[in-house]
């Protein structure tokens, strides 16, 4: 099966260059149709001007994106050198504390 996601540039850059491992997203409906062998396009946002498939090798669900960062190493991410708040800050950029709460996380192990 084929998931479309969108995911901004610097994010999709890093997938392409083979740096980040673990793609971090809620565990909400959309996602908890994904299985294990599944390819997932993501969409270059904002542009919409290019596209790439990867592989999902693994998921793992946490109840916080805290939980999630304190297993899985940051270089995974591709966030070497970062600290535990910048970690978490940064995703509440994205998404909310209600809405991790509401629906939990889910860390996407992909390969390009």
């Known amino acids: 099966m084929i998931h479309q996601m969108g995911l901004y540039g610097e994010y999709f850059d890093s997938i392409k260059e083979g740096k980040k491992k673990v793609e971090v997203r809620l565990n909400d409906q959309k996602r908890r149709m994904i299985k294990v062998g599944d390819t997932i396009e993501f969409i270059k946002v904002p542009e ?25 190493p940051f270089q995974d991410f ?7 708040k910048e970690m978490v800050d940064g995703t509440y950029e994205i998404y909310s504390p209600e809405q991790e709460s509401e629906w939990g996380t889910l860390a996407i192990t992909i390969k390009y």
Request: aromatic residues 12%; proline residues 0%.
């Open 48 to 72: 919409k001007d290019e596209t790439m498939r990867v592989q999902v090798t693994d998921l793992k669900i946490y109840d916080t994106f805290q939980a999630m960062y304190e297993e899985i």
């Open 78 to 84: 591709d966030c070497e050198g970062w600290t535990m």
